[in-house]
């Protein structure tokens, strides 16, 4: 039997795509998947903090961009598997469909002003802001924030004084 062959039973397929609708078409044999799930993330979102980064050169963010979150997650007691980052360089995010798949109580959006998702509601860099069960905070990009300048330590300490409160630290 090869592979073109097998059949799973329609309880495992549903296993499979847990965030898809999964339909069997009986005169072909064929499973389609239709879904309007939001992209894959990285991280495992296990504190449902979401974190949109604008990332040219990557998938999700470059190695030094992810070097540098990575100890921005360490300074607040968390790592990579407490959170979901996306990257919406190459693709319009909106924030309901985010926040059906996702249900972030946090969200950090570097380099990413509210507008651009879609947001009814605009806010300054650096004041979290509640809305519809989330706190937000807007900051620069990554990129801007990782920089060893006067104006890059300017910035990281006020991203710091926002997150301090933002995770009760």
Not at 30 to 52: P, Y
Not at 118 to 143: C, N, R, V, W
Not at 147 to 155: A, R
Request: glycine residues 6%; proline residues 4%; neutral net charge.
């Amino acid at each position: 039997m090869g592979l073109n062959e097998i059949q799973l039973p329609s309880i495992a397929i549903s296993g499979l795509y847990k965030n898809a609708l999964v339909t069997l078409n009986e005169e072909k044999k064929l499973v389609e998947i239709k879904t309007d799930a939001v992209s894959k993330f990285l991280g495992g979102n296990k504190k449902n903090i979401l974190i949109l980064v604008k990332s040219s050169d990557a998938v999700f963010v470059d190695d030094d961009q992810l070097s540098f979150l990575t100890k921005l997650l360490e300074a607040c007691k968390l790592n990579v598997g407490d959170v979901a980052i996306l990257n919406n360089e190459k693709e319009e995010l909106v924030i309901n469909k985010l926040k059906e798949q996702l249900r972030p109580k946090r969200i950090i959006l570097f380099g990413n002003s509210p507008g651009s998702l879609k947001l009814p509601i605009e806010f300054p860099m650096f004041k979290l802001q509640q809305y519809d069960g989330s706190t937000y905070l807007y900051a620069p990009s990554l990129k801007e924030l990782d920089v060893d300048t006067t104006e890059g330590k300017i910035l990281k300490s006020k991203l710091w004084v926002c997150l301090k409160n933002l995770f009760e630290l």
